[in-house]
C-alpha cells in the first residue's frame, strides 16, 4: 500500500507532513504532494536471486558510432556534435517567449519524418504560426495529446524520425499520480518516453519552461533522464539567441549556437564577431572590445563602462551580461591596485547585444573600460583586450590565445592588449602590448 509523502520541487526532499517552508532549502511554497510505495519485508527477505548480465569488453564492440540526422540547421548541428542522435531524448529548455517552440517548429519542418505533438496548441493554431515563420512542411504530421499512452502508440504507429512534445509540463500518463507537471508525472513521462524512443528509434525532443531563477522543477528533474540537454538563453527583448548545451552524452558541451530573432524566425548568425561590432559607437570613453571563447568559437564583443559621481551616501554597481560579484571585486582591484577614487562613484557595465561574458577573460576588457570612463580618456577603436585579473592586481593568462589573435586580426584590429607570458605568438600586422598588472593598465594605455 502507498502513503502520501511531500516533495520539494527544488531540492527534492521528502517529508511526512506538508509545510509552507521546505526544511531543507529554505524554499516558500515548494512541498507537493506524491506518493512512495512501502516496501514489505517478505520482498526484501524473499532468497530471489538473480542471473548475472552478461558482459562485453570494449574492445569487442565494433559500431562505436551512434546514427545520426543531421538537421540542415547548422548551429544547432555543432552543438549537438554533428545532429541528433536516433533513439535519444533531447530536452529543450528556456524562459517563456524566448523561442524554443519555434526553434522546434523549423526543425521539424526541415527533416521529411517529424512528429509535431502539441499539449498547449490546437493544430490549427500550430498551422497559424508556421504560415507565421512562412514555413512548407507538407509531410510534417501535427496532434493535439496530453496522454503519454496515447502518444507513444502514435509513434509505433507513425514510427517518425524525430518527435517534438511541447510542451512536457502538459503531459501526464495515467500510471502516476498527481497534476500534469508535478515532479511525480514529469518522472514517469520521461521514463515511458525514454523507452519509446529507444524501441522505435526516434529522436524526441520535449520543451520545457524555465523561469529567470530555473526555479520550475520539471527541467531540472528531467536533466538527469535525459541524453542531451540546450538551453536557449538570451534576453527576448533583444534579438539574438545563444543555444547552449549543458548536457550531451554524444557530444561536447563547449559549444555554442547563436540565432538571430527575424520575421521568419530563429536565423542562423554565421559571423557573429561581425553582427555584435557593426554598430560600435563613436571614440568616447568607457568602451573597448573584448575577445573571448565560447567553445572553440573565438567571439568579439564590445564592452561599455559609464562611471559617474554618486548622489547617495553608497555608489552603486550594476552590471547587464556580466556577473554582478565579479564586477564589484574588479572595482576594488582596481580602486586599491592603481589609485584610482572610485569609492564616490556609480559604476555601470553594460555588454553590448544582449550576450552574457561569463568567461574570466573579460575581466581585463571591463576593468580597462572602467579606467577609461573614470578618467573621461577614450581607447582606440582598433584596439582589443583580453585576460583574467587576480586580486593582487596580476593580469594572468587565458588559453586559446593564438586563436583569439587571429579573429582580432581577422575583423581588422591592429591592436592587442594581452597578458604577459612567453607562448604569445607572433601574428603579421597586429602589435601586441603585454601587460603584469593592473597598474600598468593606467600608466601604458591611459596616461599616453
Not at 30 to 52: C, F, I
Not at 197 to 203: D, E, I, S, Y
Not at 222 to 229: A, C, G, K, P
Not at 282 to 290: A, L
Request: aromatic letters at 4%.
Amino acid at each position: 500500500m502507498d502513503h502520501p509523502i511531500f516533495i520539494c520541487s527544488n531540492c527534492d526532499a521528502q517529508f511526512l507532513k506538508w509545510s509552507g517552508r521546505c526544511l531543507e532549502c529554505g524554499k516558500w511554497g515548494t512541498l507537493v504532494e506524491g506518493v512512495e510505495p512501502l516496501k514489505s519485508g517478505k520482498q526484501e527477505n524473499s532468497g530471489v536471486t538473480h542471473a548475472p548480465v552478461k558482459t562485453t569488453k570494449l574492445s569487442e564492440i565494433k559500431n562505436s558510432g551512434a546514427a545520426r540526422i543531421k538537421t540542415n540547421i547548422g548551429e544547432l548541428d555543432t552543438v549537438l556534435g554533428g545532429g541528433l542522435v536516433t533513439g535519444s531524448v533531447l530536452l529543450l529548455g528556456g524562459e517563456p517567449g524566448i523561442g524554443k517552440s519555434t526553434l522546434a517548429l523549423q526543425l521539424a519542418a526541415r527533416l521529411t519524418s517529424s512528429l509535431y505533438l502539441s499539449g498547449e496548441e490546437s493544430v490549427a493554431q500550430i498551422k497559424l504560426r508556421a504560415e507565421r515563420l512562412k514555413l512548407t512542411a507538407p509531410t510534417l504530421k501535427l496532434a493535439n495529446e496530453t496522454n503519454v499512452e496515447t502518444i507513444m502508440a502514435t509513434i509505433e504507429k507513425e514510427k517518425p524520425g524525430l518527435v517534438v512534445i511541447d510542451s512536457v509540463q502538459t503531459i501526464a500518463t495515467e500510471a502516476a499520480a498527481g497534476e500534469p507537471g508535478s515532479m511525480t508525472q514529469i518522472r514517469a513521462v520521461a521514463a515511458l518516453l525514454q523507452g519509446a524512443a529507444k524501441k522505435n528509434n526516434a529522436a524526441i525532443i520535449l520543451i520545457g519552461q524555465v523561469t529567470k531563477d530555473g526555479a520550475v522543477a520539471g527541467p531540472k528533474i528531467l536533466e538527469h533522464t535525459v541524453d542531451t540537454v540546450l538551453y536557449l538563453e538570451g534576453d527576448k527583448f533583444h534579438q539574438y539567441r545563444i543555444l547552449r548545451a549543458v548536457k550531451n552524452r554524444f557530444g561536447s558541451t563547449d559549444e555554442i549556437g547563436i540565432f538571430s530573432m527575424e520575421e521568419n524566425g530563429l536565423v542562423e548568425v554565421k559571423n557573429p564577431t561581425a553582427v555584435f561590432l557593426t554598430e560600435q559607437a563613436e571614440k568616447t570613453s568607457g568602451s573597448v572590445v573584448t575577445c573571448l571563447m565560447e567553445g572553440t568559437r573565438p567571439l568579439l564583443l564590445e564592452i561599455q563602462a559609464l562611471v559617474t559621481k554618486t548622489n547617495f551616501g553608497y555608489p552603486q554597481r550594476r552590471a547587464s551580461g556580466f556577473d554582478l560579484n565579479r564586477l564589484q571585486m574588479l572595482i576594488a582591484i582596481l580602486a586599491k591596485r592603481s589609485g584610482l577614487p572610485l569609492d564616490s562613484y556609480d559604476v555601470f557595465v553594460n555588454v553590448i547585444g544582449g550576450i552574457e561574458a561569463s568567461e574570466p577573460g573579460t575581466d581585463l576588457a571591463v576593468l580597462l573600460a572602467v579606467a577609461s570612463a573614470a578618467k573621461n580618456k577614450p581607447l582606440p577603436h582598433s584596439l582589443v583586450t583580453f585576460g583574467e585579473v587576480g586580486l593582487s592586481g596580476e593580469v594572468r593568462p587565458v588559453g586559446h590565445v593564438k586563436r583569439r589573435l587571429e579573429e582580432i586580426k581577422k575583423m581588422g584590429f591592429t591592436y592587442a592588449v594581452v597578458p604577459a607570458g612567453k607562448d604569445i605568438p607572433k601574428i603579421e600586422g597586429l602589435k601586441i602590448a603585454q601587460l603584469k598588472n593592473v597598474r600598468e593598465i593606467v600608466e601604458r594605455i591611459l596616461e599616453k
